[in-house]
């Protein structure tokens, strides 16, 4: 999924997804600074909206209360 | 850090998943939180024994690969103390809702701040009693409705860590799901913390604090904690008018007192002595 | 033998549970059960065992559960009010099933009842004090030597069998000295534990006879006793009513199917009896005298005293009530064995009851007259 990647703080991140997780909380979608997330309109669940918009805040990952988030750094990709 | 996919292959049932939580719901989060507290305090997963109790912050160790004892409404503490004084080289979480260790639990609370055994007790403070459908709760703010009081309670709350203040933890601080990175913090300096620490998180309930108190949206309820938020320190220079409505985080005391268990430790080392001479 | 000794009932109760290996008591001060509390906070300590004077008595129970999965042989002693108190967490001991004894030192009435006269009218509770559908064991001592070797035996069956284990004393019985001379050692039993590597360690899968093996928590295996209903690997199943259904079945069973290995009883003078009495603990100690008076003066009585109460002895109970012209039945309390007695005679021979229920125990006169009735 090259279009998840992106490169910040010198290093390549990976935002992933899990779909099985989302609740459709919209933490994600409301609350990341940089409007990453949208939000399917049939289901609610999170997607990655404008993954280039990314700031590294990791906030995302570490709100996400069904660990549908996870953002994979350059050692793990 | 670990990112959370390291975190739920090292420390997660993850057949389990999704877990049970409400959409919106702050306990998920609070227990990654103290996942990754666990782990950047490099502790061994087989020396972390989890206390849950009953309501929905007690679902938090059925997901995770510790040995984890979930017991009855309010007794987790009480659960704590006979696994941490029999087995000393545990570390002891014990997470609580706040009717949980507020209300029904309140005389292990206070008696085991009392003791300063080293435990830690992580309270997930949403103001509600969730799992059963948004009663009132020991922390209900007074005017906030709730399934049992619909026009707004009538009843003050207690401050959870006044509480813990007054009963002698030497351990006590205050976070919320909005400020997560802090609470990370707090929980490490609390779990390496030796006494009673005591962590209390306000957390967000959409389903039924929200629906109740017109803050249906996660999101919403997420900004009014970053929005009421102030730190221990500027709170000083606080009056109490101030500080009405607002949510005091931080560090409240952190000391060194004589802890429980090593008294006791040092009890039986005495008559050992004694015996052998 | 160690040399023989002058001992109150609480103290050899102490005794035999720390020669059975407990280690951990927790426990909150009620009369008249405080002297195993005060002799445990002696004695633990210079064992290199644990002792907790907790806030209340459902935090002891906690506690004793606390120490019990982390590995401990661990007790708690109390008197009625305190033992409603700890029933919530006796529930949680029995369905997650984490050894552990309950003393009770009983006295009479509701509440706070008779501080603290003997009685007997906790049985019923040691058997369904806790809500919901689930095993019983309890033993009941009636002298200073069988409070150490029901202590014992209290630790045992809660090791072998992963449940609590009551044990049903009175203040006559916790009160009285005697001289008697504990053994050097006892047998001990222990619970089963996992030796499988952890990633076969299914916690409540259980064994031929219905016991899943344990694991001290700390030990490696990572496992979760959950007080809902649970699956083999206690994740809750509360929707679940095959789950549902299956649990609590073993539960009940891995005991009940059991009972012969638990039943224990004392006969006296049983061999030609047409009048037995049935009798247990302090009671008993009366009914025996009235039954050796009844025997000086012709009367073919008998004595079965059930040391096990709980899983009751109905075999026992069936094959004197096919043979003997009547039952008696003395209890401290209003008809709690009776009601047992009569539904194991069922009809094959009457059955009569005597109870005392003013904080006495009955003289043996007393009891002496209704063989006499019955004779």
């Not at chain 2, 877990?19 to 020396?47: Q, T």
């Not at chain 2, 049992?148 to 799901?177: H, K, M, N």
């Not at chain 3, 009685?119 to 030597?145: N, R």
């Not at chain 3, 049983?270 to 039954?291: P, Q, T, Y």
Request: with cysteine; proline share 6%; aromatic share 8%.
């Amino acid at each position: 999924m090259p279009d998840s990647v992106v490169t910040r703080k010198g290093q390549r991140l990976r935002i992933l997804l899990t779909p099985r997780y989302c609740k459709g909380c919209g933490i994600c979608v409301e609350l990341c600074p940089a409007k990453v997330f949208g939000s399917e309109p049939a289901t609610g669940k999170a997607y990655l909206a404008a993954v280039e918009r990314c700031v590294d805040c990791g906030l995302c990952e570490l709100w996400c209360p069904d660990y549908a988030i996870s953002l994979e750094r350059e050692a793990n990709l | 850090m670990l990112s959370t996919a390291q975190m739920l292959e090292k420390y997660y049932l993850v057949d389990k998943l999704p877990n049970i939580w409400c959409a919106g719901c702050g306990d998920g989060a609070i227990a990654a939180a103290l996942v990754r507290a666990v782990d950047e305090l490099g502790i061994d997963k087989n020396s972390l024994t989890q206390v849950n109790g009953i309501g929905c912050s007690g679902r938090v160790g059925a997901y995770q690969d510790f040995d984890v004892i979930k017991g009855t409404h309010g007794r987790a503490l009480a659960f704590a103390t006979g696994i941490k004084l029999f087995k000393p080289e545990l570390t002891v979480v014990a997470i609580m809702g706040d009717g949980d260790c507020g209300a029904i639990g309140g005389n292990h609370f206070i008696h085991a701040a009392r003791r300063n055994i080293d435990l830690t007790a992580l309270v997930i403070n949403n103001r509600i009693y969730g799992m059963t459908g948004g009663q009132s709760s020991p922390t209900t703010p007074f005017g906030d409705r709730a399934s049992t009081a619909l026009t707004g309670s009538v009843e003050r709350p207690f401050d959870l860590c006044q509480l813990a203040i007054g009963a002698g933890a030497t351990y006590v601080a205050r976070g919320t799901v909005y400020h997560i990175k802090q609470l990370q913090r707090l929980l490490k300096n609390a779990i390496a913390h030796k006494g009673f620490s005591f962590v209390e998180v306000v957390s967000q309930c959409p389903i039924y604090y929200g629906r109740y108190n017109d803050e249906a949206s996660p999101a919403a309820m997420l900004r009014w904690q970053k929005e009421s938020a102030v730190s221990v320190t500027a709170a000083q220079g606080l009056s109490p008018e101030e500080l009405q409505g607002k949510i005091v985080i931080g560090e409240f005391v952190a000391k060194d007192e004589p802890e429980f268990v090593s008294e006791y430790q040092a009890l039986i080392d005495r008559y050992g002595q004694e015996a052998a001479e | 033998m160690t040399t023989p000794r002058l001992l109150q009932g609480n103290e050899a109760l102490v005794e035999g549970a720390l020669a059975a290996g407990v280690r951990f008591f927790a426990g909150y001060p009620i009369t008249p059960a405080t002297e195993i509390l005060e002799l445990m906070a002696r004695k633990l300590p210079r064992l290199g065992g644990k002792f907790i004077q907790m806030e209340d008595e459902l935090g002891s129970m906690g506690a004793v559960i606390g120490a019990s999965v982390a590995g401990a042989k661990a007790m708690t002693a109390s008197s009625g009010p305190g033992i409603s108190l700890k029933q919530e967490n006796i529930g949680f001991a029995i369905i997650a099933e984490i050894p552990c004894v309950v003393v009770n030192v009983m006295r009479g009435g509701p509440s706070t009842g008779m501080p603290t006269l003997p009685s007997q009218m906790d049985v019923m509770q040691a058997k369904w004090g806790a809500h919901g559908d689930h095993p019983a064991i309890a033993l009941a001592p009636w002298s200073v030597e069988e409070c150490f070797t029901t202590a014992v035996r209290a630790v045992n069956l809660a090791e072998r069998f992963r449940t609590p284990v009551t044990l049903l004393s009175d203040a006559e019985i916790a009160h009285m000295r005697e001289v008697y001379a504990p053994p050097e050692s006892v047998e001990t039993i222990d619970r089963p534990r996992p030796n499988c590597p952890r990633e076969e360690y299914v916690p409540y899968r259980p064994d031929e006879r219905g016991i899943p093996a344990m694991a001290d928590f700390g030990s490696g295996y990572r496992w979760h006793p959950d007080s809902n209903c649970h699956d083999e690997y206690g994740f809750p199943a509360t929707n679940n009513h095959a789950v549902g259904d299956k649990l609590v079945r073993r539960l009940v069973g891995k005991v009940n199917d059991y009972a012969e290995e638990i039943h224990w009883l004392s006969e006296e003078r049983l061999e030609d009896a047409e009048i037995v009495v049935f009798a247990f603990g302090s009671v008993a100690r009366s009914a025996s005298e009235a039954v050796d008076v009844a025997r000086s003066q012709g009367i073919k009585a008998g004595l079965l005293r059930p040391i096990s109460i709980w899983p009751f002895p109905d075999p026992a109970v069936a094959k004197v009530a096919a043979r003997a012209k009547a039952i008696l039945v003395a209890e401290g309390n209003l008809g709690q064995l009776l009601g047992e007695v009569q539904r194991v005679a069922a009809g094959r021979c009457p059955v009569a009851h005597f109870s005392r229920v003013d904080g006495l125990i009955p003289r043996p006169e007393q009891i002496l007259a209704r063989i006499k009735e019955l004779a």
